[in-house]
């Protein structure tokens, strides 16, 4: 066994308080995140209500690049103050998402329904991820840097490509893995219009992390496994944070921090629901 299974994880109590258990409650997700589960979830028709940006400074200046690009971006504008009301208050992360067109990344029959807070079929039985997900798990990752931007971070899991597109601005460099060459594809075609300089989209098995561009300050798992695999503990840099959905059935977002050469601590946040990490390449 390796030094990352002896330590790791560790027992949700000796992580949490009694305060963050009955936050972790409170946050109980009804709604998928990266899985739709037809029988039990319904698609919310039709575009979140459009207003400018209202309360929150921080999406004032995207707005007026929303308004440019017409109602879909104003889209994007009210889809971060939804996302801003249920408790995600990382600047950075909000205006991101308030500037990533999400409408480049579903298909054209859902394209209405791209700003709504929900994941979405993207083919290959694959989805793009809930909005609030993306925002919790990047705000998670953010929590030490503060105003900063992250420096290096890796995506497990493009799908087509949005949270690679919002993790590009707020990092300096950005590495993303997809297993589904098709989706790899689709990511590449989607993400060209954005033109993003600082993005690589990489297609292989995510398991197996990136050696050759870590460490990582960062790392954002957008799949399911029984337990993250052991070379993603060793490719986050002393400090940094790793966020991962673990289980089957029933899955919870595990963050981990790096204290040191062969330490790290862990912390369960809400439950949640992704599709299921893969090995190997298809
Ligand atoms: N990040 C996406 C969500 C994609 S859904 C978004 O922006 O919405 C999760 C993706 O993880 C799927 O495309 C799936 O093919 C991919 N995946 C699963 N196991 C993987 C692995 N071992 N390596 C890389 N990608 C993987």
Redesign the pocket.
Known sequence: MSEVSKKFPLPLSSVMGHAQKGRQSAFRQQIAD?ALRPDKERIRPGLLPSKTAGHLGVLASSSKAAQKGGDLIRGAVAMAEKIASQGITDKMVLSALSTVPRHFFVAQGFSQQAYADTALPIGHQ????RPYI?ARMIEAVRRDVGSRKLSKVL??????????AVLSRVADEVYS????KA?YELARSNLRRLRIPNLRLQYG???LGLPQAAPFEAIVV??AGLKIPDALFSQLSIGGYMIAPVGDEKQTLQLTKRTGERQWQSMMLEDCYF?????GVV
Do not use: F, K, N
């Open positions: 990266t694959q989805t793009i991820s993306v995506e497990i899991g493009t799908g087509c490509g949005y949270q690679a893995i997809e297993r589904i989706l098995d995510g398991m957008a799949a599709v299921p990490l893969r090995q």
